[in-house]
């Protein structure tokens, strides 16, 4: 079994900061691609940002110059840094990591449980 553990959300004032991480853990042989999605109410669940094992990044348009995602892949985590937030940056935020698991060396995506991040305007 894989586990994804988040931490870092809250309410921030528009124009604020707010630091998401995921730490993975488990039965892992090794981790590639690492990402973060959001859910706001009523929405679709959309991908924020994502990075690969060798460090590759890819950002939805509306983040790009504000979110920076980054990894560790000694601890097997990943983070998301979100500077200058906005309102509709509102959202239930979730890590994700295509995982090749170490007893049968396939290859699953797992999810975390998800965070909130509310920004007041």
């Known amino acids: 079994q894989v586990q994804l553990v988040e931490s870092g959300g809250g309410l921030v004032q528009a124009g604020g900061s707010l630091r998401l991480s995921c730490a993975a853990s488990?039965?892992?042989?090794?981790?590639?691609?690492m990402g973060w999605y959001r859910q706001a109410r009523g929405k679709q669940r959309e991908l924020v940002a994502s990075i690969s094992s060798v460090g590759s990044t890819n950002y939805v348009d509306s983040v790009k110059g504000r979110f920076t995602i980054s990894r560790d892949n000694a601890k097997n985590t990943v983070n998301l840094q979100m500077n200058n937030l906005k309102p509709e940056d509102t959202a239930v935020y979730y890590c994700?990591?295509?995982?090749?698991?170490?007893?049968?060396?396939?290859?699953?995506?797992?999810w975390g449980q998800g965070t909130q991040v509310t920004v007041s305007s």
């Open positions: 488990g039965s892992i042989f090794s981790i590639n691609a």
């Open positions: 994700n990591a295509d995982v090749t698991v170490s007893y049968s060396l396939k290859v699953s995506r797992y």
